[in-house]
């Protein structure tokens, strides 16, 4: 026979149906923006093909506190340790 399934999952399955339904319009919105020759900003054209940019990220804290101790303190916590920038 047939297998129950609870409301919960019912909901989840329709949520996820919607969701591929919105996904399948983006893409071809997308594709139909591509073939009107609008590119993502996040590409850079070289030799006539696309290939993305990496962002660059520069993240500073303020640090000038009154105190030495709090000074360090603070940079301790957010400082990390060993190599912080991944590639």
Not at 10 to 36: G, N, S
Not at 37 to 66: A, C, D, H, Q
């Amino acid at each position: 026979g047939q297998s129950a399934i609870s409301v919960d999952d019912t909901l989840k399955i329709i949520a996820c149906r919607e969701q591929h339904k919105k996904l399948d319009a983006l893409e071809m919105e997308l594709a139909a923006a591509k073939q009107e020759g609008f590119v993502s900003k996040g590409l850079i054209e070289t030799n006539g093909t696309y290939s993305k940019r990496r962002p660059l990220v520069v993240i500073g804290i303020l640090t000038k506190f009154g105190r030495q101790k709090n000074r360090n303190a603070i940079r301790k916590a957010w400082m990390g340790s060993g190599n912080i920038i991944l590639f």
